[in-house]
């Protein structure tokens, strides 16, 4: 399994990108997964459902299974955010693992940056920055991709991609 990041200041367009590059990826024959990072609280829940209920008593774990999907759910109650490396552990075997965020984590990234966003380039202070998706030109020796070139992103998130067992060993 090989695992590439997309890394960005929020409002960047991360999100909106990787869902127009996996349909690309899977047309070639890849099976992909993706970690999110949140900075916030979120539910992916429903108040008053089974499975809510039992978090809300106090289950630490809580996993719904149908004939279509499971989902797992763990509180962390007291705990620390479970850093990156615990989280690739947990992730089933894929052709690709793209995470999106953990912008300060020891990682192969693209950064995605849009100048109407106003926010400074990550890549001058970040090493583990291998290219660039923007709407801007920077000065930089990186490769530089256009933000709506998805054909040649997608192809870089594979060119880019590193064994996870090389992210774990740190």
């Given at each position: 399994?090989?695992?590439?990041?997309?890394?960005?200041?929020?409002g960047?367009?991360?999100?909106?990108?990787?869902?127009?590059?996996?349909?690309?990826?899977?047309a070639r024959?890849?099976?992909?997964?993706?970690?999110?990072?949140?900075?916030?609280?979120?539910?992916?829940?429903?108040?008053?459902?089974?499975?809510?209920?039992?978090?809300?008593?106090?289950?630490?774990?809580v996993?719904?299974?149908?004939?279509?999907?499971f989902?797992?759910?763990?509180?962390?109650?007291?705990e620390?955010?479970?850093?990156?490396a615990?989280?690739?552990?947990?992730?089933?075997?894929?052709?690709?693992?793209?995470?999106?965020?953990?912008?300060?984590?020891?990682?192969?990234?693209?950064e995605?940056?849009r100048?109407?966003?106003?926010?400074?380039?990550?890549?001058?202070?970040?090493?583990?920055?291998?290219?660039?998706?923007?709407?801007?030109?920077p000065?930089?020796?990186?490769?530089?991709?256009?933000?709506?070139?998805?054909?040649?992103?997608?192809?870089?998130?594979?060119?880019?991609?590193?064994?996870?067992?090389?992210?774990?060993?740190?």
């Amino acid at each position: 399994m090989k695992l590439i990041g997309l890394a960005g200041w929020s409002g960047a367009g991360k999100t909106t990108l990787l869902t127009r590059v996996i349909p690309h990826l899977v047309a070639r024959g890849l099976k992909v997964s993706t970690i999110k990072h949140a900075h916030h609280s979120f539910d992916v829940d429903v108040p008053g459902k089974d499975s809510y209920r039992h978090r809300e008593a106090g289950a630490t774990e809580v996993l719904i299974s149908s004939g279509k999907r499971f989902a797992l759910m763990h509180e962390l109650r007291d705990e620390a955010e479970w850093p990156l490396a615990d989280l690739l552990r947990k992730m089933s075997p894929v052709d690709l693992l793209i995470i999106e965020g953990f912008k300060r984590d020891n990682h192969p990234k693209i950064e995605v940056h849009r100048a109407e966003n106003g926010k400074p380039f990550l890549f001058p202070d970040d090493a583990n920055i291998v290219a660039v998706a923007s709407d801007a030109q920077p000065d930089t020796k990186l490769p530089l991709i256009h933000i709506d070139e998805i054909e040649r992103i997608a192809a870089t998130m594979i060119e880019k991609a590193v064994p996870v067992s090389d992210v774990l060993r740190g």
